[in-house]
């Protein structure tokens, strides 16, 4: 009986291995199909993330009782400053004033060699007392004369009634009649005498305040209670009519001249309450308020240039000193605020905002109006009463997109 023939072992191991086309179809498909989910379920994770998935926002609250301030940057001025000096030259003799010191007004502050000066002061004294004296010796002769006019007239007209009665010569009448005229030219003397003497007592009245007047400007009175803030000469110091000798400044008159930008200072008002801080104070606040905005703004920096006057001042003022100033221009019992950073496409006063309505985001043109210190700006108009103002802008932002608003952060 004959044996069957057989294959050797890994010649059948190889055959029965070997997959058939069919099988290695369906395995392709199943490879592809599985591609395709994942390919889908990772599309499905973007959409989700990029679209679907609710994002957290920041919204802002209502706020109430907002201040409204304009700042200011300037320096320590005074409005009344006075750089003093003496009208007369001369050498400094006196000095009763240094930097620092207060004085009251009338006070004396210095004082110049006046010896030539006194001298020819007491000079016109002196022919002031002349011409008072000339006036009474020539109203003494304007008496004599004008005794000696009424005597003449008189014998005058006695004797002109004797002529005509034949008394005495026509001669003697005659000489009676030259006699009056003579008196009364010497009457008229001794009056223009004393018209001289009185004017000559007025010139020497008026030399006289003169030197007086000269001799005062040897000496510098404060014009009114001030600090001294600077003095520029000593003892000894030849000084020119008109030099600087003191720097003064009422230091109730000290205030801050300070800058504020053009677009800020809309609001700006005689009179509206400040903060001013001084740098070497920086951990204080003094009450101010402004006094004066200059009509002409600075062309260059686009500033206006506003003086705000110092409620409670230190006791002790530097001139120069850097300072700021918070002004309050208004006060919103109630408003809904967003950051300048939050705003997009501003055009004057619109803007464009994201807000959150029924859980999603949604773009806003609102009106919006003053803005704080801080940056914020007031929105007046363009949104509902419901709707929630987010606070800052991030990636992934869409319209119609749900959103999660943090615990604590809706108004």
Known sequence: MAKPCRRPFSEAATAHEKPSGVTVMRRNRVLFGLALLALAAALAGVVWTAFLRPIDVTVVRTERNVPIQVFGLGTVEARVLSRVGFEM???????????????????????????????????ARAAL????SSIRQSSAALERADATA????????????????????TEVAEDAQAAVDIAQADLSQARSTVEVARANREQAEALLLLEETRL????????????????????????????????????TSVWVLAYVDESKAGQLKVGQPAEVMLRSMADQRFAGEVARIDIESDRVNEERRVYVRCVRCPTEIHLGEQAEVLIDVDALAE???????????????????????????????VSLGQT????????????????????????????????SVKDGEAP
Do not use: C
């Not at 103002?389 to 119609?400: L, Q, T, Y």
């Open 372 to 403: 704080t210190l801080d940056g914020r700006m007031v929105i007046t108009g363009g949104l509902t009463p419901e709707a929630r103002i987010v606070a800052k802008v991030e990636s992934g932002f869409r319209v119609g997109r749900p959103v």
């Open 335 to 365: 408003a809904r605020l967003v950051p300048q950073a939050a705003v997009l496409d501003r055009k004057g006063s619109e803007g464009v905002i994201w807000t959150v309505e029924d859980g999603r985001l949604a773009r806003r043109l």
């Open 150 to 169: 009424r005597q003449k007239e008189q014998i005058n007209k006695r004797r002109q009634q004797l002529v005509a009665s034949g008394g005495v010569s």
């Open 129 to 132: 007392k002349q011409a008072e």
């Open 216 to 251: 005062s400007k040897h000496a510098l009175y404060a014009p009114y209670d001030a600090i001294v803030v600077a003095r520029n000469l000593e003892l000894g110091s030849m000084l020119t009519a008109g030099e600087q000798l003191f720097t003064l400044v009422d230091p």
């Open 89 to 123: 030259p001369g050498t400094l003799t006196e000095l009763h004033a240094d930097s620092g010191d207060r004085v009251a007004k009338g006070t004396l502050l210095a004082h110049l060699d006046s010896r030539e000066q006194a001298a020819k002061a007491a000079q």
